[in-house]
């Protein structure tokens, strides 16, 4: 079962503030990897994590062809490191693309001045440690 802490919740949201933002790993259809830094995401319930998706670059290209994802969380100074194992949606327009939007850090939004961006919301299916640890599974 997937319950998403509130330690998790009080690491992750700040995590960007903290210096620490997140770095989602996806694929392409034909597995071609990417990587890069996501400093909006934030754990959405208990089971999801999301964030602003306002490049609209590679990683929505890779998650429209492969919604697998895999959301690196690591903070030095706490030692805590979690992987986030799951299937990203796209919320183009919604209520969901409104919460996500409400809860996104300034500083991402700040970098999206028309809003044109939308809500990538994560169902986590298991969550492991840098060593491969699984901590939960769904």
């Known amino acids: 079962m997937i319950t998403l802490t509130d330690q998790m919740r009080e690491l992750v949201d700040p995590a960007l503030e903290n210096g620490c933002p997140c770095i989602i790993a996806t694929a392409s259809a034909n597995g071609e990897p990417d990587i890069g ?7 959405f319930d208990g089971e999801s994590l999301a964030y ?7 990683h929505l290209k890779n998650l429209l062809e492969n919604p697998r994802v895999i959301v690196l969380f690591r903070d030095a100074k706490t030692r805590v490191n979690w992987r986030f194992h799951g299937v990203a949606t796209m919320h183009e327009k919604g209520p969901i693309r409104e919460q996500v939007m409400a809860r996104t850090v300034k500083a991402e939004l700040d970098k999206d001045p028309e809003r044109k961006g939308s809500a990538v919301v994560i169902r986590v299916d298991k969550v492991t440690n840098l060593a491969g640890e699984v901590i939960q599974t769904r």
């Not at 602003?52 to 590679?58: D, M, S």
Request: proline residues 0%; positive net charge.
């Open 37 to 43: 830094y996501k400093g909006s995401t934030m754990v």
């Open 52 to 58: 602003w998706e306002r490049t609209k670059r590679q």
